[in-house]
């Protein structure tokens, strides 16, 4: 696609035999090709959105290797959970897009949904956050013939323990992570300013 990323990290070595919980902002279809490959040392499964799957050939991959969710629909959430767990149970990781989905262009951040953070928290496993720039500018969503290669900015943050949290905690977990990336994206945007 013409696209190359910079990564940075926080000074963490991310353990092969453990498990995670990825979550990132959204922007594009791009958000997903990129989290594979940023953490391709970690057997790993999706879950997104039903409609995916209606994509010519991406959708036809996506639909054979992850979970698919229709949020209008409570038993296919319902289900959706008994899936995640038995992927978990044997020994994958998962990534959600706490957004619940690509947000219009004039939202910076979507308020964040709890199934990430109740997952993570149930099957005590740490989340890592991941911040995504630029991705809005160069494969937008809603704007496709707008879309140019170029670099991608992303910021690997240090995995957030889930160990000694309770489901009380979830809304805690959730606005943190939530902040967490909002600064990072300010951030990014400074900097982008700057230069």
Not at 22 to 46: E, G, Q, R, T
Not at 86 to 97: A, T
Request: charged share 30%; hydrophobic share 40%; glycine share 4%.
């Amino acid at each position: 696609m013409g696209f190359w990323y910079v990564l940075e990290r926080d000074k963490e070595i991310l353990d092969k035999n453990q498990q995670y919980v990825i979550i990132s902002n959204h922007s594009s279809i791009m958000d997903i090709m990129l989290i594979y490959s940023l953490m391709k040392n970690h057997p790993l499964v999706f879950v997104g959105k039903a409609e995916l799957a209606k994509v010519p050939f991406f959708g036809f991959v996506y639909k054979k290797s992850n979970i698919l969710i229709d949020r209008k629909n409570l038993s296919s959430c319902i289900q959706v959970f008994k899936k995640i767990e038995d992927k978990v149970d044997s020994g994958k990781s998962v990534c959600i897009f706490p957004e619940g989905g690509v947000p219009k262009p004039y939202i910076f951040l979507d308020r964040f949904k709890s199934g990430a953070f109740f997952i993570a928290i149930i099957k005590r496993i740490p989340i890592i956050p991941f911040t995504i720039a630029d991705i809005k500018t160069k494969f937008p969503s809603f704007y496709i013939i707008k879309g140019r290669p170029g670099k991608i900015r992303i910021k690997q943050h240090h995995s957030i323990s889930t160990k000694n949290l309770s489901l009380k905690d979830k809304n805690y977990l959730k606005e943190k992570c939530f902040n967490l990336i909002k600064y990072q994206l300010k951030k990014f945007e400074r900097e982008k300013k700057n230069n």
